[in-house]
């Protein structure tokens, strides 16, 4: 079973700032694209951002200048740097692998378990 594991989710005061992190098997961290999503309450699962193999980025438009992912192949482990943050970014987050090579662990596209973050006064 394809395990993302994702942590640094919390409270955090409108303005401040959070890191969250993805851990993922060398073999899906090394074939995958790895992104964040987030769902609010109510609301559909949106893309926050994404990054390639070869460092290539993408932002949802809004959330760009704020957020910054990056990935680590020493630790395997994707990040996603939340600064300025707002109530409206108020949501569970969800770390995503979608594979750009082939590897030998079945499927094509996994999901981390969800980490909440609250940004409230």
């Known amino acids: 079973q394809v395990q993302l594991v994702e942590s640094g989710g919390g409270l955090v005061q409108p303005g401040g700032s959070l890191r969250l992190s993805c851990a993922a098997s060398?073999?899906?961290?090394?074939?995958?694209?790895m992104g964040w999503y987030r769902q609010a309450p109510g609301k559909e699962r949106e893309l926050v951002a994404t990054i390639t193999l070869g460092g290539r980025t993408n932002y949802a438009g809004p959330l760009k200048g704020r957020f910054t992912i990056t990935r680590d192949y020493a630790r395997n482990t994707a990040y996603l740097q939340m600064d300025s943050l707002k109530p409206e970014d108020t949501a569970v987050y969800y770390c995503n692998a979608v594979k750009e090579l082939w590897s030998a662990v079945p499927g094509d596209n996994y999901w981390g378990q969800g980490t909440q973050v609250t940004v409230s006064s």
């Open positions: 060398s073999t899906i961290f090394r074939s995958c694209t």
